[in-house]
């Protein structure tokens, strides 16, 4: 059944840069990221409606998160802000929830804001305890990064490959991480593939996402009618959708809570294809439409993983997808054209959604330079959160109004 | 008459070397090393203590004994390493087994001597019809208490032994208990404190006074009650914190030590605290098929007194199934070197407050 | 001697505390999990309503505790997690149990990585202290004897 809602528009997008010193609070990177977003558009403050926010530690420790943004951006009082703790796909629930108060037609601009400061947690590891706290009764000590690797193994085991496409991954977003002025790798030398390829601790660490430290985002969306008031040209219309997997890790296994997730496990990621299939059909595409992906990769395979989930190529195959060089330039499906994890490092809620879509964005404007793809009219943006337990994917379409 | 039905043993699989620690702190002759035959000693891992090696020792003893954990009404745990200074950890373990609420559960805490006290308790809960099957745990890890340069480092060790006690089913019955006690402070830990002290230092007569002494008294109790002399028995267990303190006891007894020197495993174990004594038991019980072989256990807690138990086995020890139980225990071990050794059993002081691994 | 106490309490990262780990205490110690009265579907770790036939009809089911490895990898990437420091090496499995239940667990003195299919059990073991600072058993495993 066709459901009624309004289309919504990004209108700016910003991203904090990196090298933050560390006495920086975390109001300070919500100011900056917030002000450098508002900036490209006409807008002022008051004009901000509604708005969502991601932290995950200050969702936490701090009630009235949503109140404390409101307050340290200057909004008007009547803006509502909604606090969202979704583990690393945090950005792509605030996106969500935004997305929804414009789409039911009670707003016409919103603010969507992610954050992730160095207060406590500095890095990627001594946040793992922390990403599995929903379920800590019975996770004894397992991280993000414990699940990764098993994951990464069991597929590898399953569907028989070696380290190669994860190594082949990682070389085309070293490459592509040199094309983007903001990565952390920007002007750094390009590792060899041998580096890459190591079946070593070094060779996983050169394989995987590395780290950026504090960062904070910000995106405005407006209705359709906002748009057509601001007279955009060529507006990005954005569509999204989130599915879930139980947070405890074992229960990925043939899940006999949903039909459709038993025939899968860890190897597999169903929630992606559950949230994929709803997106595709709000946003009228199929995977064949899809110009240019951008997916969560802190590990290569997690990158083919949700290509596969994605139904970009089918269960399995990915890896070697990847070889025949389909994400690269030229390819099927150019992915992770901003270097994915490799570039922008594991931020969690910081930016791991956002800045997926942000170059989604850029490639669809044409404004990706070096790396853009050709005639791109359809991006799909995804991230995840918690092992996979919740994934979010987006669709960015030109034109669509 | 009441007796034990099944036995569970469980020993570290990390050793450490005892020249490994020689090389680093040099405290003792090498040669004193050798004559009190202390070769290796068990090492726990950073994350077992006396009540996670309980666990396993009870795990294995019921499973011996095929019944169900809701038949069992009595747990007692025998420890002077218990984790806990006031709650009782013997309720951790009712849990972790699963045994029903309404079963009694209580700690027993006496030295080296706490197994025996434990068995002594349960067999009067058994006998007295207040109970039908008790488990007792003694469990050890002296290993933890030993501060890095004391001599007693060569021997504390960790280890545990669970016996299942009750009246159906039993393969060695309990004829008798005698004790004799009395307050000789030469091992103690005060209240607080990390480490245990000996009272009475290491080598020699002197150290073993409260032994020698002790199991004099008990020992005549025993044979005059009983009617028996050493040479009635078959299987000897005898104290063994070193190999040298079995050859002690021995003399105190007058027993042949020769009946009693094959099933001394201390020399690859090293002093696993009141578990020693059961499981150089558990070792006589491996090897024994037939009924109506007397078997006396000795037991001596420094500083509280000792302990004479006699057993006579009856035929069903001959279907216990999965035997030997201590052997490939054992054989089952991995050396280590003498940094992560006191790693392992956190004499290393770290810092406390950080924010995570790195910090 | 500690004096960490001298100038009181110090605040921790919340994650475990006494009560908290008191409640799943069963499920720590002798993995018992959910078994749906009415489907039969057997869950860890334990639910309130089945997420197969949405009854609410759930009695608590003991896993089996013996299983197999499904794929298992060592930790040692150079940051260990939170309270297990003490632990070099972990070796991490996902654990199949004979009824199906699918487990992520450590396996204890263990080092290097099992092939698929090696039998292991379970047994207890430290886990980290909890916040308040008592100790926190739960569930590990080994290689089968």
Not at chain 1, 215 to 230: N, P, Y
Request: glycine share 10%.
């Amino acid at each position: 059944m066709e459901k009624k809602t309004k289309k919504v528009v990004v209108l700016s997008f910003a991203i904090t840069d990196r090298g933050y010193p560390y006495d920086t609070p975390w109001r300070k990177i919500t100011v900056d990221a917030f002000t450098k977003c508002l900036g490209q558009t006409r807008l002022r403050v008051e004009d901000i409606e509604c708005g969502s926010v991601a932290y995950n530690e200050r969702t936490i420790s701090e009630a009235a998160l949503g109140t404390q943004v409101a307050d340290c951006l200057g909004l008007p009082m009547k803006c509502s802000m909604t606090p969202v703790s979704h583990a690393c796909c945090g950005g792509g629930m605030a996106l969500y929830n935004v997305w929804h108060y414009i789409a039911s037609g009670r707003y016409d601009v919103g603010l969507v804001m992610t954050m992730q400061c160095s207060d406590l947690f500095d890095s990627m590891e001594a946040m793992n305890p922390i990403g599995n706290h929903s379920d800590y009764d019975y996770m004894l000590g397992f991280s993000h990064v414990e699940y990764s690797y098993l994951r990464d193994y069991l597929y590898r085991e399953k569907y028989g490959y070696d380290v190669t496409p994860s190594a082949k991954w990682s070389q085309i977003c070293h490459k592509f991480a040199r094309l983007t002025p903001g990565a952390t790798e920007y002007g750094k030398d390009m590792p060899s593939y041998a580096d890459l390829s190591a079946v070593s601790d070094e060779g996983e660490r050169a394989r995987s996402a590395t780290a950026r430290g504090s960062t904070a985002t910000a995106t405005i969306l407006v209705s359709e009618e906002k748009a057509r008031e601001l007279g955009i040209v060529d507006p990005i219309t954005c569509y999204v959708s989130y599915a879930f997997r139980p947070p405890y890790i074992g229960n990925h296994f043939f899940y006999a809570g949903d039909p459709s997730y038993v025939p899968f496990d860890i190897a597999e990621q169903p929630a992606i294809m559950e949230a994929a299939k709803e997106v595709y059909r709000d946003a009228k595409i199929t995977p064949e439409d899809i110009d240019v992906a951008l997916v969560h990769d802190l590990s290569g395979f997690e990158g083919i993983m949700s290509l596969e989930g994605l139904g970009i190529c089918p269960i399995g195959q990915g890896g070697n997808f990847v070889l025949a060089g389909n994400t690269d330039l030229g390819g099927k499906c150019p992915t992770n054209t901003h270097g994915g994890g490799i570039a922008y490092g594991h931020t969690s809620v910081g930016s791991d959604f956002q800045i997926n879509m942000f170059e989604g964005i850029l490639q669809l404007q044409g404004k990706a330079y070096g790396r853009q793809v050709e005639g791109a009219k359809v991006a799909v943006a995804q991230a995840y959160g918690t092992h996979h337990s919740l994934d979010i994917v987006s669709v960015l379409k030109k034109g669509d109004l | 008459m009441s007796g034990i039905i099944a036995y569970g043993v469980s020993i570290p699989k990390y050793r450490v070397d005892a020249n490994e620690i020689w090389d680093v702190w040099k405290n003792v002759s090498k040669e004193i090393l050798q004559k009190m035959g202390m070769k290796e000693r068990t090492v726990t891992g950073p994350d077992e203590d006396p009540i996670t090696l309980g666990a396993e020792s009870a795990r294995r003893c019921l499973k011996q004994a095929g019944i169900s954990e809701k038949d069992v009404d009595g747990l007692i745990f025998a420890s002077e390493t218990n984790p806990y200074a006031t709650k009782a950890a013997a309720t951790v373990l009712q849990d972790i087994l699963g045994l029903k609420k309404t079963c009694f559960v209580t700690d027993v805490q006496n030295s080296h001597r706490s197994g025996f006290d434990a068995i002594r308790i349960a067999k009067s809960l058994i006998d007295s019809g207040t109970c039908r099957k008790v488990l007792v745990i003694a469990a050890d890890c002296l290993n933890q208490y030993i501060s890095p340069g004391h001599v007693y480092e060569y021997a504390a060790a960790a280890g545990s032994c669970s016996l299942l006690l009750g009246t159906e089913g039993v393969i060695a019955e309990i004829d008798d208990m005698r004790f004799a006690s009395e307050d000789k402070p030469n091992w103690y830990r005060l209240t607080g404190e990390r480490f245990l002290q000996l009272g009475a230092g290491f080598v020699g007569y002197i150290s073993n006074w409260g032994l020698m002494d002790s199991l004099k008294v008990s020992w005549a109790d025993f044979a005059k009650a009983n009617g028996v002399a050493p040479e009635d028995y078959e299987f000897i267990a005898l104290p063994q914190g070193t190999v040298v303190q079995s050859f002690m006891s021995s003399g105190a007894i007058k027993c042949d030590p020769y009946s009693a020197i094959p099933y001394v495993i201390s020399e690859s174990t090293g002093d696993m605290g009141s578990a020693t004594v059961l499981v150089s038991l558990c070792n006589i019980l491996d090897l024994i098929d037939d009924g109506d072989k007397k078997i006396l256990a000795v037991g001596y807690g420094w500083g509280d007194g000792s302990a004479v138990m006699g057993l006579t086995t009856t035929p069903a020890i001959g279907s216990v199934e999965n035997r030997p139980v201590v052997i490939p225990l054992l054989e089952n071990k991995e050396m280590l070197p003498y940094a992560k050794v006191l790693k392992y059993e956190k004499k290393i002081d770290r810092n406390t407050k950080g924010l995570s691994s790195y910090y | 001697m500690n004096f960490d106490n001298l100038y009181g309490p110090i605040p921790k990262v919340e994650t475990h505390n006494t009560v908290r780990a008191f409640k799943e205490k069963d499920g720590r110690y002798r993995l018992i999990g959910s078994q749906c009265a009415d489907c039969g579907q057997i869950w860890f770790p334990r639910r309130f309503i089945c997420p197969k036939c949405h009854n609410q009809n759930l009695q608590p089911y003991a896993c089996a505790q013996e299983g197999e490895i499904v794929v298992s990898w060592v930790d040692n990437m150079g940051f260990p997690t939170i309270g297990y420091e003490d632990i070099d090496d972990r070796l991490i499995a996902m654990i199949r149990l004979d009824d199906g239940i699918h487990i992520i667990a450590e396996i204890a003195e263990c080092k290097r990585v099992l092939p698929k299919g090696t039998r292991v059990q379970l047994v207890i073991r430290q886990q980290k202290r909890d916040d308040t600072g008592n100790l926190v058993y739960g569930y590990k495993f080994k290689i089968s004897e």
